[in-house]
């Protein structure tokens, strides 16, 4: 064995190792969810179940409103991700372009809002919300995702990206007779696609991941999201049903690791290329 | 005739230009910024001023002055989760910082495979965060979790990884390093790559050696991603809730100040009180930022 095929191998040796910590998490998970709470608890060292055993994945649509928590996550993820990239691009391309009064002071109150976090300001919003008779609708768990830190890192990313497109660009296109509007929706939205990506991306995973606004405005199992309903899965003392926890957790998961794992160039090199490096 | 041709069209441009009223601009950012003015921007000025307040639902609210403020001076619960956020962060941030840029090094080689462990490494985050901490609360449980059982076949009892001081900290800062850091590596990773192959090569050519180019010219020359992401993973750490929450139940042991701000405002409903605690975590924040940018001339690097 030659040196460098010694270093090659130390060097794999070390990857490897550092990677455990990284996939068996996920990997356990899935695993155990195919296990019953006994053989869980009886070998919790075990990656893979000695039989494949869907009764957890039935029981936790069977028993818990676990599928309408699963459809509230979709279709509050999707309308916050299409309204951050509608109103992100929008506000980012009036930034990088046009002129008017109080620009600048309006784009570092969208810093500051990405900068500030948006969990210490809930108090005022949760009085806002309350006195809407909002509390226990998905009304400010979709909003507050929107109009927070979030939507203002898309409006600044955005922003970053229409500044690297020349200038002459959007010029041609007025002399062409387009409009600033057309300008935006024909011209400037096609350029930005890898930003869009990034942007997208981040939308879908906060709001996915959102668990402080669920936590403290929705009240009634039916309407929670995913975060809350993963943590439902519990007896009347607390005690958790493990199985039942990590089928569902695998649940929420697997969507999002394969579209990770399908795509993963793309969403690499977009989420590097997004002006997120700085 | 060619003259008239070349001049004609900046005339247009200029004219087109100036026809341009301020409304269009305002049209653009207005559906975004009247939201986040309503949503955030209102708001965060609403919590000085209600932090002055004594509200407790679901009684009217009532002046209270300052004593909010001196409550929270004489509150051993919040001094405790400040000293705790304080300790959380200095754990978080050197480790995820660190983590990141040693796995962008050991990923920034030309080997087969590499690829493959860049997206293991990277997996996590697309993870779900409940999901995640639900995980480890199970694979840190005291009695028959994963941890104290191997740790218990060497002849070590473990300890209460989720509840006893200061294990149950080292629990949270562990399981979101390892959550988190994924995307941290990957922006180090793409900041290596742009580092041009020819000022390394100068630089063994003078005699340098390996950690002397580290630290003297890669370093340097990725330092302005470095600061932007040390800016950034300070603010995620100072706000984090939900890893905190789950893993722990929100434990003294880790309740950061975040989470006393959730117990005082969302359980006993002391919005006055709980402002208070948001307004100090808004000040600490603000002063570790221009902190920072003030750090920033002494050591960032920028190419002219």
Redesign the interface.
Known sequence: MSLRSLS?AA??A??VV??V???F??L??IGASFKSNQA??AE??GLLPSRVDWANYAQVFRDYPFAAQYLNSVYIAVIVTLATLL??A??G???AR????G?DL?FI??L??M??????????????FKAAGLVNTHAPVI??Q???GT??LA?FLLRQHFLTVPRELD?AA??DGLG?WGI?WHVMLPLARPALVAVGIFAF?NS??D??NP??YLNSGERFT??LG??GFTDPLGGIF?NL??AA??L??LP??L???VA?RHF?ES???SG??? | MLKARTAA?PR??KR?RGW?S????????A???L??????????L??PV?SLLNWVLPDAPTWAGFSNYARLARDPEVLRSTWITALFVAGLVPLNIGLALG?AL?LN?K?R?VGL????????????????A???R??LQPD???VN??LGRIGISGPNWLFEFPWALVAVIVSMV?EHV??NM??F???LQ?VPREVHEAAVIDGASRGQVFWKVTLPMIS??V???L?VTI?GA??A??PI??LTGGSDSASVL?VQ??KN??KYFD?GY??GI?WV??VV?LLL?VGQWQMRKRWVHYES
């Open positions: 090659r060097y794999y070390v990857m550092l990677a910590p990284f996939v998490p996920t356990w998970m869980i608890f919790p060292l109103l992100g929008l506000a391309y009036g930034f046009l002129n008017f009064p620009r309006m109150a969208c500051s809002a900068m500030l976090p948006s969990e210490a300001v809930s108090i005022p919003q949760f009085a806002l909003l507050l929107i109009f927070g939507g203002a409006v010029e007025l002399i600033r935006f995973l996915w991941n668990y402080f936590l403290i995913l975060p993963l943590q493990w926890t990590l957790s695998t929420a998961t999002l690791l579209a990770f794992l993963q690499v989420l590097t290329s997120l490096k700085g | 069209p247009v441009v087109r341009e301020p409304w269009v601009g305002f049209a653009f950012v559906p975004f910024m939201g986040l003015t309503v949503l955030f921007l209102g708001p965060v609403a919590v209600l796995l050991l080689v080997a495979g462990f860049r997206t293991l490494l990277f997996s996590p985050v697309v993870v779900p965060l409940v999901a995640w639900l995980v480890w199970f694979v028959f979790g994963l059982n191997l390892i994924g995307l990957l922006i990773l793409a900041a742009g302005p991603t600061f932007l992401t800016v603010i100072l706000k809730f939900a929450y789950v975040m701000m959730f405002g969302f919005f709980a402002s948001a975590l808004f924040m930022t």
